[in-house]
């Protein structure tokens, strides 16, 4: 925790960051919905989807509401991901599972980005909002974990 607080463009940026990361993970999710055939995991898949889209959503209006600008687009590491979910749903009866540990993955990477953004001193309503979210990135991620072992159960 730092003892002065940030400035306003250190804010604005903190939460760019996060919300590329949404972004990443809306598109990352919706990838693998559309390449996934366990209708099961496609349905998990598009329901992170739409929380992503909408942490995304949050995340640019409270850049707006500061007098920021909202980056546009993903990251290039988040194309890359979404490129290689492609090309693991093309490679037969294991995608499923795959593109579990690829999206768990991508979560630990969430979660990450967040746990970073709270070591700042943020503003309270900021704070409020990254910390919701973060708590949301690691539900998340436990899901998407558990999922991933049941497979391999099943699998196994």
């Known amino acids: 925790m730092s003892t002065a607080s940030i400035t306003s463009d250190?804010?604005?940026s903190i939460l760019n960051d996060l919300l590329e990361n949404s972004r990443d993970g809306e598109y990352g999710f919706r990838a693998c919905a559309d390449e996934v055939e366990d209708a099961r995991i496609k349905q998990v898949f598009a329901n992170r989807s739409a929380q992503c889209a909408a942490a995304a959503a949050e995340l640019a209006t409270l850049i707006r509401s500061l007098g920021g600008?909202?980056?546009k687009g993903?990251?290039?590491?988040?194309?890359?991901?979404?490129g290689w979910v492609h090309v693991k749903g093309t490679l037969g009866a294991d995608s499923a599972l795959s593109m579990l540990e690829e999206c768990e993955r991508g979560e630990d990477s969430a979660v990450a980005r967040y746990r970073k953004a709270l070591k700042n001193d943020l503003p309270a309503e900021v704070l409020a909002v990254v910390q919701r979210q973060a708590d949301?990135?690691?539900?998340?991620?436990?899901?998407?974990?558990?999922?991933?072992?049941?497979?391999?159960t099943r699998k196994g």
């Open 69 to 71: 600008e909202a980056d």
């Open 74 to 82: 993903g990251s290039v590491s988040g194309a890359l991901h979404r």
């Open 136 to 152: 949301g990135a690691q539900r998340n991620h436990d899901q998407i974990r558990d999922l991933r072992d049941q497979y391999k």
């Open 10 to 12: 250190e804010v604005l």
